[in-house]
């Protein structure tokens, strides 16, 4: 009973630590994909942080959540973040070429465009004025 036991745990643990691996290795592709992109953006990148953030017209979390958070921290940082908006439906091949499969999805570029973080999904402003403040 005991040995059933811990295989199921072993085996528990195997998945998640799985699950974790696969999540990191998609993250580090978006990142790589990212790099290759940025001279692909409708603005041009500046010397500062800057995040690209997709979204949709028809996303709710990203009007209810996303959208409030990115415009605080802009209310925080000002003319020391740059925030870029695209709409995926309007531009399906930066949506492609970024790598993007859900909205609302937020890449993080330091000052240089190199991009350090993405964010699947929503991202509260919590997480990302950690992000920002690690650029």
């Known amino acids: 009973m005991s040995f059933d036991l811990l295989l199921r745990f ?11 691996g696969v999540y990191w290795f998609v993250n580090q592709r978006l990142l790589a994909r990212a790099q290759n ?5 409708p603005e041009p990148l500046q010397k500062k942080p800057t995040i690209v953030y997709f979204t949709t017209p ?15 921290l802009i209310d ?4 020391k973040l740059h ?20 909205v609302p999805t937020t890449f993080l570029l330091d000052e240089k465009g190199m991009a350090k973080y993405v964010n699947n999904g929503v991202a509260r402003l919590e997480k990302l004025l950690e992000q920002v403040k690690n650029l």
């Open 76 to 79: 925080l940082f000002g003319e």
């Open 83 to 102: 925030v870029i908006e695209i709409d995926a439906t309007e531009r399906p091949d930066l949506a492609i070429g970024w790598g993007v499969m859900s």
């Open 58 to 72: 028809d996303c709710v979390p990203c009007k209810t959540v996303q959208r409030p958070a990115l415009q605080k």
């Open 10 to 20: 072993i085996i528990t643990i195997g998945i998640i630590f799985f699950g974790l």
């Open 37 to 41: 992109q940025t001279s692909s953006l």
